[in-house]
């Protein structure tokens, strides 16, 4: 079971991207077929995003705010990159590159903070808490 349905559920997201890309660029037929470029391109996202949370992980521990905040940078503009390979592997109705932009670094930004989020404001705070608080929090 668990060779066979992971797969599957990931057959099943490269679709729905594909659907939605054409869709969104206007392009026809609503079938859409994964390709095996889009599929490695959301893999490599997808083991990206797991090692930098590990990474992550790290840097926090390391107590550096120079180095943090490099570390949450280098994230973000890594996703970004990555998220940019994934749009530029899906069908899409432009040859501009340039269209794809916008998207990796709205995903980019939005995945930073949402690391920073987790990895150092939820910690210290759930830390104060517990703190105050003992046992309830």
């Not at 893999?43 to 949450?72: C, D, K, P, Q, Y």
Request: proline share 4%; charged share 10%.
């Amino acid at each position: 079971m668990g060779l066979i349905l992971p797969p599957w559920a990931g057959r099943g997201l490269i679709t729905v991207l594909g659907a939605c890309a054409k869709g969104s660029w206007r392009i026809g037929g609503r079938k859409a077929h994964p390709s095996l470029r889009s599929m490695s391109a959301v893999i490599a996202l997808l083991m990206l995003m797991v090692t930098e949370t590990f990474l992550l992980n790290l840097v926090r521990s390391a107590e550096g705010i120079a180095v943090s905040v490099a570390g949450l940078v280098a994230a973000s503009v890594a996703v970004g990159a990555g998220w940019f390979a994934v749009t530029w592997a899906l069908p899409r109705g432009s040859t501009d590159l340039g269209a794809l932009l916008p998207g990796a670094l709205l995903v980019g930004a939005g995945l930073g903070v949402l690391q920073w989020f987790i990895h150092f404001y939820v910690p210290d705070r759930v830390t104060r808490s517990s703190a105050v608080m003992g046992s309830l929090a």
